[in-house]
């Protein structure tokens, strides 16, 4: 079985910039969620994805968008980049279903300078 | 790797004790807890789960006690391990079709030799 896995591992990027974060869900889960995780801080939900389509958000703005991928991948995107969104971005998948444990890749470390 | 422990409350145990982690939860509505381990540089890992008909569950080493009139989740590690150090989090789920978790503050656990 093979897990969640996330590219890159590290990126910097500077103030103002776009960046896409990749994501490939741990194979048999139809569900994709991005968290984003402050340094010492429990991780936020940005969004959910299923079939393709958002289905949940969390308190984020339009700038953060998101794509699923017929084979379960996914992208998140982030535009005009502020230096607030340094963090870790985590990517989780699931079966669909509020009893269905998430499981998290290891992350992508974003530093915006 | 960097630290995701920052400012968190800690549990400091001897190696071969049991360590009791708590949680308190937000929304009497959540049905569903997770129990997360995320080491340094990493994702979180999941570790037990329960849902909100059930105030017990056991797993290899590790029991989720749950008490739902004071809105009071506990991790026990039994023989705590140098292994077991890391941020330990609990996590909520409101219910619905979504898999939106709400996670807690987070807690180190660190085990000394």
């Known amino acids: 079985e093979t897990g969640v896995t996330q590219s890159p591992t590290h990126l910097i990027k500077t103030r103002g910039q776009q960046v896409t974060l990749r994501c490939s869900s741990q194979?048999?889960?139809?569900?994709v969620s991005w968290y984003q995780q402050a340094l010492g801080q429990g991780p936020q939900f940005i969004f959910q994805?299923?079939?393709?389509?958002?289905?949940g958000r969390g308190n984020f703005p339009p700038r953060f968008s998101g794509l699923q991928f017929p084979n379960y991948s996914s992208e998140l995107n982030v535009n005009a980049l502020e230096l607030d969104d340094s963090a870790l971005y985590l990517c989780?998948?699931?079966?669909?279903?509020?009893?269905?444990?998430?499981?998290f890749g290891n992350g992508t470390r974003l530093t915006v300078t | 790797g960097e630290s995701v422990g920052l400012h968190l409350p800690t549990l400091s145990v001897q190696e071969g004790d049991n360590s009791i982690i708590n949680c308190a939860y937000s929304?009497?509505?959540?049905?569903?807890f997770i129990w997360y381990k995320q080491e340094s540089g990493k994702g979180p890992q999941f570790i037990i789960d329960?849902?909100?008909?059930?105030d017990k569950r056991q797993g290899q080493r590790v029991t989720v006690l749950l008490n739902k009139t004071v809105k009071h989740l506990s991790l026990q590690i039994a023989a705590t391990q140098p292994g077991d150090s890391a941020v330990y989090f609990c996590?909520?789920?409101?219910?619905?079709?979504?898999?939106?978790?709400?996670f807690g503050t987070g807690t180190l656990l660190a085990v000394q030799p």
């Open positions: 194979s048999g889960h139809n569900t």
């Open positions: 989780a998948s699931s079966l669909l279903g509020s009893n269905s444990p998430l499981h």
């Open positions: 329960i849902r909100s008909n059930m």
């Open positions: 996590a909520e789920n409101y219910g619905g079709a979504t898999n939106k978790l709400i």
């Open positions: 994805y299923y079939r393709e389509e958002e289905n």
């Open positions: 929304n009497s509505a959540s049905d569903y």
